[in-house]
């Protein structure tokens, strides 16, 4: 089911159809989250972890507060499983959650990864806020930084969530190395799944160890099972993707060095980038590249724009050779971008790119129809090859190392993981042999809608929240430095203030910006309030609400300051408020009361 940002779903049969890309037919209640997708960044991974837990808390499959609890395992750590358990907490749900981890610790992947950078959105580029550092989901957010980094910022944002639920003894347990996982229906109940496995049990908020706590052999029932155990082990290669090495540095011990790198998609081609591009990271270097080339970059947006919906077909190098030519000026940039990328070439490495013997040549590599690559990337790969930065090849290994001199420890193999091989090991064979891949791929558009996780329980629930419960809605991520500096003005705002009216008891002042957030234009209050007045009982800062809403709102859309009349009473504001359609909007941000 494709979900649109602008039209998230509302109703159960909405939510229904979409768990359908989640759920094993004919299983017990067995979920598979993004492990059949291709071209997933962490980001679109963690969408898909939320839009689960909402589609299965709108249709009571995870009971809300109050309701009979139920017992809930989900199989793997990464960034998958610990958003989909993260989103439960979030929504204080009556579950008792298990996690499982077959190594030793929380988002193993990625702990200590040094060499290799994470962007939320980057992979969107060229589009508008491709380039924004902050992943801006309302659960484990994040902000661009060495994958090492990323853990810890989403290690403390679980730490918070798990020190701030309200749980009962055993409610959320973990156990890693667990060295034997099996799950299969229950003998007793077929709705219900039978799980054995040998683990440690561990703290959940850290992953840490437990005191005089080694490993047990257990045996369990739950009431459902989400499989979050990623694409499993890469096929071929001697060092993961994720693991430190030393491609993107200068050589210490060769003034040049031959390196294959064998492989179609994203890994292999960031791999051929960082071979030959001096200083090359992924974050920054299409700005470097790209931020001077105004024309260049908008005729970029419109194809990317149509390849993503889909309008052009063909090869996306006959596409990029076609812009060369677009105008005048585009051609002036495009020469310019090459003589600059050359300049960038490294002088210690050369390379060949490896291709499959059915891809035959590089311009195949580029066909629409079976690209494996992202937009981005098949341009940056493009560029490199028109300044003769690697050789494509699809002769065997053997003799490619024999005639260039390649050592083995400079092939780099990126041929993808085995991503049944998970499923064959831990499911039971009748489960396992339910499985249809093609059935269980997610689309990775934001499903919820605005402030979801921002109240406890369903949509239906929020008229009955209470209006303490309400401060947190719709908090997003604010920049530091944005902070910093609209509390800095408020502060003189309200400085200024109290000298020119010393008698008046009540006044405060902040700071709103724009936002663009998943198709949304929102307000978002920049600092909390200054001046003289009552601290609200949690911190404003971060919270948003649609441009629609409240006098802010009005100002925002006339582009003027707007201010009511001298002595004008409440009950005149009310009606004014009324008439100007600026109170709160249906369902979500509906407020039991009726004042703004």
């Not at 009979?68 to 929504?91: D, E, N």
């Not at 409240?550 to 100002?555: D, M």
Request: proline share 5%.
């Amino acid at each position: 089911m494709t979900i649109s940002a602008r039209s998230a779903l509302r109703t159960k049969a909405e939510w229904l159809e979409a768990l359908d890309d989640y759920q094993i037919t004919d299983a017990p209640p067995l979920y598979v989250l993004g492990c059949f997708d291709e071209s997933v960044t962490v980001r679109s991974q963690q969408i898909r972890a939320l839009n689960l837990a909402c589609g299965l808390i709108e249709c009571s499959m995870v009971p809300a507060r109050g309701e009979a609890s139920k017992r809930l395992a989900i199989v793997g750590t990464g960034f998958a499983g610990l958003t989909f358990a993260a989103a439960l907490l979030k929504k204080q749900t009556a579950v008792e959650i298990t996690l499982f981890e077959e190594r030793d610790t929380l988002l193993p992947l990625q702990q200590g990864s040094d060499s290799r950078w994470l962007h939320p959105q980057i992979y969107d580029w060229p589009a508008d806020q491709s380039e924004a550092s902050a992943a801006m989901l309302p659960v484990l957010n994040w902000t661009s930084a060495r994958a090492s980094d990323v853990v810890v910022q989403v290690l403390g944002e679980w730490r918070r969530l798990v020190g701030e639920a309200t749980l009962k003894p055993d409610a959320l347990r973990l156990y890693c190395n667990t060295r034997h996982l099996q799950i299969d229906r229950c003998p007793e109940n077929p709705q219900k799944a039978q799980l054995e496995w040998v683990g440690e049990p561990r703290e959940p908020s850290t992953g840490h160890s437990k005191v005089n706590d080694g490993a047990t052999g257990q045996s369990d029932r739950f009431d459902a099972v989400v499989m979050a155990v990623g694409f499993g082990a890469e096929k071929e290669q001697r060092f993961s993707y994720w693991r430190n090495e030393t491609l993107g540095q200068p050589s210490l011990t060769h003034s040049r060095a031959a390196y294959i790198v064998s492989g179609q998609g994203d890994g292999a081609m960031i791999d051929l980038l960082r071979l030959r591009i001096s200083q090359y990271r992924q974050d920054r270097i299409l700005e470097e590249l790209f931020h001077d080339k105004q024309s260049l970059l908008r005729e970029l947006r419109r194809l990317r724009a149509d390849v993503e919906a889909e309008r052009v077909t063909g090869r996306l190098l006959d596409r990029f050779e076609a812009l060369r030519s677009a105008n005048t000026e585009a051609e002036a940039e495009w020469n310019r971008l090459l003589g600059e990328l050359r300049q960038r070439l490294r002088r210690d490495t050369e390379v060949v790119l490896r291709l499959k013997p059915e891809v035959r040549n590089l311009a195949n590599l580029f066909d629409l129809s079976k690209r494996r690559m992202s937009f981005q990337n098949a341009l940056l790969v493009f560029l490199l090859y028109r300044c003769g930065g690697f050789s494509p090849s699809t002769e065997n290994e053997e003799p490619l190392c024999k005639r260039l001199g390649i050592r083995p420890e400079h092939i780099v193999r990126r041929h993808g993981p085995d991503r049944r091989a998970q499923f064959t090991r831990l499911l039971a064979k009748e489960l396992n042999e339910l499985i249809v891949e093609e059935e269980l791929r997610q689309p990775a558009e934001i499903g919820w809608q605005g402030g979801y996780f921002g109240i406890p329980g369903r949509l239906s629930d929020a008229e009955n929240v209470e209006s303490d419960e309400r401060e947190a809605w719709r908090k997003e991520y604010l920049p530091g430095p944005t902070a910093m500096l609209a509390t800095t003005l408020c502060g003189a705002v309200a400085g200024v203030l109290a000298h020119l009216r010393p008698e008046a008891t009540h006044d405060r002042v902040t700071l709103h910006r724009v936002i663009e957030l998943n198709g949304e234009t929102l307000l978002q209050q920049a600092c909390d309030y200054a001046g003289r007045t009552e601290s609200p009982k949690q911190s404003p800062t971060g919270r948003t609400f649609p441009t629609e809403m409240a006098t802010i709102g009005q100002a925002y859309a006339c582009r003027r300051p707007i201010r009511s009349l001298k002595d004008v009473t409440a009950e005149e504001l009310q009606k004014a408020t009324h008439l100007l359609r600026l109170g709160p909007p249906p369902a979500i941000w509906r407020r039991k009361s009726n004042s703004c």
